[in-house]
């Protein structure tokens, strides 16, 4: 197993390119089994998800190629293969396969998700979509079991507004009979993103987007290809980066839009930020203001950028609170940010951040993807070596992160870790 190491204090450059939205990728893989003919996926990022996701789809029989970011999904040999146990395990977004399998076979059985521990995280409502479409659910012995003789389109509202279930019943209600309405529906840029594959597979879908989804189920959806959009979560972890450690970074294969509630917060601090057509330039950061942030659902401020935005935080003069709406738990990063010398209380769903404080390098743990995200921006603030553990949860949602940095002028690198510092890893 493997440690990074982060030498901090080097002033960041240069150029960063955004790759393809994790986001948006576990639920387009998982959409191309709706298919009968072969569907390209271009641009998708070089995670952990994305290669667990592709053999999970090889595991029901699906042929698949991955090489260069571009996928390719032959769906023909594909059945309707249980997967109760084993890789569904290693991450959130395989509850996917239940509405695409429940769409495409008209049943699914699938191990309940894992994925980062952020608190609570119910799928109660994707469930009450399947039902509402037609389906029964049971749960046996921790995995969900699909079933349907026929699934026929309803009207569903959804009682939170969730990302997962409204691309879940998405995935299930095009090929439903009849009209399927989403009301309350999610409005993230990767429900558009799944919302324009499946359109172009054949897929009859309006209101993506919005609040109101109305979906027209059809019998059949073919093969088509697809780019995907920028990963606006990556993007906002290298824009909070190089205001923390940067003097003068572009990010580039970003939609500005996507991450305006990132831009608006930034220059509320007093952080310098230039918007091109497709790229953010920061500039270098000093005298930070206080503020405050509330996550919230899009295109409010997104809880994956609240645990990476605390390490800014550590920079202003005064105090800033940092509360999280959408998961109570997400605030694993804390303790060791302490550990690096931060000054921070959590209350509740709140973090109190008292700045400025020197970051100090330190051996770290990262508990979840963004509270790894998180700590590696604290390693770049920091003073001396900052070691992160904990690095198959920044795997799953960051490519090439080591040459990313490194191109910026980050010092930055992994080594294998010692049997000692194994067992001390583990037993912690
Ligand atoms: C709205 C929101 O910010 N969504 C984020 C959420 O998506 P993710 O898809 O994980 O979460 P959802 O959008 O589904 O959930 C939003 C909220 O609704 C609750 N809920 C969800 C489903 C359900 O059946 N019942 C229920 O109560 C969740 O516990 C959560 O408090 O985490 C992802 C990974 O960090 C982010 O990329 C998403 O942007
Ligand atoms: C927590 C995240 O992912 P997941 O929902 O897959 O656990 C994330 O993207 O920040």
Aim: with cysteine; charged share 25%; aromatic share 4%.
């Amino acid at each position: 197993m493997e440690k990074l190491k982060i030498e901090g204090g080097n002033p960041l450059k240069g150029n960063i390119k955004v790759s393809g939205a994790k986001n948006s990728a576990v639920a387009l893989i998982p959409a191309t089994i709706l298919a009968d003919s072969p569907t390209v996926i271009e641009g998708l990022p070089d995670i952990s998800d994305v290669h667990t996701l592709k053999a999970l789809l090889e595991e029901i029989g699906g042929s698949v190629e991955f090489e260069d970011g571009e996928m390719r999904v032959n769906p023909e040999g594909m059945v309707a293969m249980p997967l109760p146990n084993g890789r569904v395990k290693k991450l959130r977004a395989s509850y996917y396969l239940m509405g695409a399998m429940l769409g495409k076979f008209k049943k699914a059985a699938i191990g309940l998700p894992g994925g980062c521990y952020l608190g609570p995280r119910p799928i109660d409502q994707h469930i009450k979509g399947f039902e509402a479409l037609g389906a029964t659910v049971t749960n046996e012995q921790g995995a969900l079991y699909l079933r349907a003789d026929e699934l026929k389109g309803a009207r569903i509202y959804l009682d939170v507004v969730s990302v997962g279930a409204t691309i879940n019943i998405m995935l299930a209600a095009v090929r439903a009979k009849g009209q399927t309405i989403i009301e309350n529906a999610a409005k993230e840029p990767e429900i558009i993103d799944v919302a324009t594959l499946l359109s172009n597979m054949g897929a009859n879908i309006k209101g993506a987007g919005t609040n109101v989804i109305r979906i027209e189920g059809v019998d059949e959806l073919h093969g088509t290809r697809h780019t995907i959009i920028p990963d606006r979560i990556e993007a906002g972890t290298f824009m909070i980066l190089a205001a923390a450690a940067g003097e003068g970074v572009t990010i580039n294969n970003v939609i500005p839009l996507h991450v305006e509630s990132l831009i608006a917060k930034l220059r509320e601090m007093g952080v310098p930020v230039e918007i091109g057509d497709e790229d953010v330039y920061i500039g270098k950061s000093e005298n930070l203001k206080s503020i405050d942030i509330q996550t919230l659902v899009y295109p409010g401020f997104p809880t994956d950028l609240q645990q990476p935005m605390t390490s800014l935080m550590t920079k202003i003069h005064g105090t800033a609170m940092v509360t999280d709406t959408i998961y109570s738990a997400r605030f694993k990063h804390i303790d060791e940010l302490k550990r690096m010398n931060a000054n921070i209380k959590t209350e509740g769903r709140a973090a109190i951040v008292y700045g400025p404080s020197v970051l100090q390098g330190a051996r770290v743990k990262a508990s979840d993807l963004r509270a790894g995200a998180a700590l590696v921006i604290a390693g770049l603030m920091a003073e001396g070596i900052t070691e992160v553990t904990g690095l198959e949860h920044i795997d799953r949602g960051y490519s090439d992160l080591i040459e990313k940095l490194s191109g910026l002028g980050a010092v930055i690198w992994r080594e294998e870790m010692s049997a000692e510092e194994l067992e001390q890893v583990n037993n912690a």
